[in-house]
DNA sequence: CTTGACCTTCCAGTAACTGTAAGCTCCATA
DNA sequence: TATGGAGCTTACAGTTACTGGAAGGTCAAG
């Protein structure tokens, strides 16, 4: 199988294949005479498998990681619920944050106008000396 | 006053207002005889308003635009609300996915046994064939 | 006159791709 | 057989917003 196919199976992009490559997040694929590369079905659960790792939003040393652990048969799923507990942990971090900002920002904008006269309590805001 | 007082007074980190210079978000500091960078109140001043800004999220880009209508004295109310209101969008949009993200993996976390045995409802979650 | 604290510039690295260019290969049709 | 287009190859640059580090200049204190 060519690498069209396979992006198209996987749900990742050719480019994003050859990427995870070029890293070394995936094993070199084998190649045909032409020097195209060449995939079987399994490189395409690998693929998968890191499609649905990323899309949780797993980093890409954190998918490397969570590889490893799916092909060590001795692994303990206590390994994996730790990482991926950690991620959640990260995850809430973020969302906190953000919401902190939107929060911030969006009583800013209940206060502003929003018409044609300059002032503006964003603006004022941004530019007041001492909070 | 020199760039690491200037960097104490408006919060951010000297390294960082020599990038803000040198991708030209702030105009160039003056220099003194030796080549040190001199700034004034008023650069503070804008420093702080940068801050402020990146600190609710803004890009680059959009800090520059608010940099510009703050210094506009004919500017509309509405533009900067216009702004800031996109802003929360595109934040609403990253708590909606980070949320969802953290949905999935908790619900699999919580299936997941943490022990010493391979069986993981995470990996397995990630492994599998078709959704 | 020598530290040590600050300052300077420049280059590289980070995360995870994405875009673009120049150039093969393969298959089908004229 | 020639040609055209789809799909493959590599390599390099660009994105975002800094941050780290190296090599070297400046200034005030001791």
Redesign the pocket.
């Known amino acids: 199988m060519?690498?069209?196919?396979v992006?198209t199976k996987s749900g990742l992009?050719?480019?994003?294949i050859?990427?995870y490559e070029s890293i070394g997040l995936i094993d070199p694929a084998g190649r045909?005479?032409?020097?195209?590369?060449a995939y079987e079905d399994k490189d395409i659960q690998t693929l998968r498998f890191i499609q649905r790792a990323?899309s949780l939003g797993f980093?890409?040393?954190e998918v490397s990681a969570l590889l490893t652990l799916w092909n060590d048969r001795n692994r303990a799923s206590a390994q994996v619920k730790e990482l991926a507990k950690r991620h959640v942990e990260e995850m809430d971090r973020k969302i906190t944050e953000l919401q902190s900002m939107k929060s911030t920002l969006s009583d800013l904008i209940d206060k502003c106008q929003g018409d044609h006269r300059p002032d503006c309590p964003i603006i004022d805001n941004f530019a007041k000396k001492k909070l």
């Open positions: 060519k690498i069209g196919q992006a992009p050719a480019k994003t050859r990427y045909t005479s032409a020097g195209y590369r990323r980093s890409i040393n």
